[in-house]
């Protein structure tokens, strides 16, 4: 959780309070806040009257401090070229750590004028600064410039999203008094959370529009192709009652099996609505074509399902080291064709038969035509 706005200290002060208000959550650990404003540090502070007066100016002093202590490779960068591979090296000249371990050992950093020139007799930094204790910002962080205070949440036991729904009213309620130079956003595994369901919900839907469209296609009827599709329920609800079932939370694995259910269950509805289309273009009558049909292509849809659903098993159980990663989505596929398998070999020749039944009274009848004698065509 990112608090975005120039005021840091008062940034912080939320974020501190918000983190006492968000370990209340169960599921919550290692709550903190990655900056720090209270770093022991110390302060060096110019007397620039007295540096005047030697001939130093401002940053002459504090180029001698910095190349003292981080070296020169940033401000004015220094290569070595290596003949026996001909690479380039940085080159970084400072003053070893265990040499600074005190503030006197600080202030015996020699300070020059350097290449600027002029009669300036080189000098210790104890001679023209002083330095006190201070408190700093241990950590600066920005996001597309602005400066930010994050709050870090991890979840332990819970899913994410019913964790971030909470965390969430929280927010809410906080920035009813949070300053108008200060806002908070939610940020982290949330926000990619939310973007693969969106994307993942989007794709099954349009999947299943495309199936639907591609069977109108090559049965020429919108009926046969809705007749079709009317197991896709089924296997959805197969998918929510396994899900329930193991415990297992609503995931982007578990999407994707969920897509891969609905082509399984697409093809085992196809080889049931074909067959009784078969049937009833011989002439046969719409409930004994779906009789027909449920019984003859029993063997191939239960092998085509079997095949999918004993091959998911071991993904499904989760065993190994980082298999639970991937078991909702066996979880989610075996779940979805057992309901599909029974609504394809069931629901869908009864709505088959239901259809076209009422779509044959609809049509009108035809009357008979009567055969006429050699005497009626005589005369």
Do not use: C
């Amino acid at each position: 959780i990112q608090f975005v706005g120039k005021n840091v200290a008062a940034s912080h002060a939320y974020a501190s309070s918000l983190m006492k208000q968000v370990r209340q959550i169960p599921g919550t650990v290692d709550v903190h806040i990655l900056q720090r404003l209270n770093q022991p540090g110390v302060e060096v502070a110019m007397d620039r009257l007295r540096a005047q007066q030697m001939g130093f100016s401002a940053t002459q002093i504090a180029q001698s401090v910095l190349i003292s202590l981080a070296g020169s490779f940033q401000t004015s960068p220094s290569f070595w070229l290596n003949p026996a591979n001909g690479i380039l090296y940085n080159v970084a000249v400072q003053t070893p750590p265990y040499r600074l371990d005190t503030l006197e050992k600080l202030l015996q950093t020699p300070v020059s004028a350097g290449n600027a020139g002029g009669a300036a007799t080189p000098q210790l930094l104890g001679n023209l600064a002083t330095i006190t204790p201070a408190r700093r910002q241990a950590v600066v962080s920005h996001y597309d410039i602005s400066p930010v205070v994050d709050l870090y949440i991890y979840v332990s036991g819970r899913d994410l999203g019913s964790f971030a729904a909470e965390v969430q009213k929280r927010i809410d309620a906080m920035k009813e008094t949070l300053p108008k130079d200060i806002s908070v956003v939610m940020r982290g595994q949330v926000k990619t959370m939310q973007a693969s369901f969106v994307g993942l919900g989007i794709g099954l839907a349009m999947a299943i529009v495309l199936v639907y469209l591609l069977i109108v296609i090559n049965f020429q009827s919108w009926v046969d192709a809705f007749i079709i599709i009317t197991a896709l329920p089924g296997a959805l609800a197969g998918i929510a009652w396994m899900l329930f079932l193991t415990g297992t939370t609503l995931s982007v694995p578990a999407l994707t099996g969920t897509i891969m259910t609905m082509g399984v269950a697409t093809a085992n509805a196809i080889l049931v609505v074909a067959f009784a289309r078969q049937q009833l273009d011989s002439g046969v009558t719409p409930l004994m074509s779906a009789l027909e049909a449920g019984t003859q292509r029993i063997r191939p849809v239960l092998m085509t399902a079997l095949a999918m659903i004993i091959g998911m098993i071991p993904m499904a159980l989760g065993l190994g080291e980082g298999a639970e990663q991937n078991a909702p989505l066996g979880r989610a596929t075996i779940g979805g064709l057992l309901l599909a398998t029974v609504s394809t070999l069931f629901f869908v020749p009864v709505v088959f038969a239901a259809v076209h039944h009422w779509l044959g009274k609809q049509q009108p009848s035809v009357p008979p035509q009567t055969e006429t004698t050699s005497d009626e065509h005589a005369r």
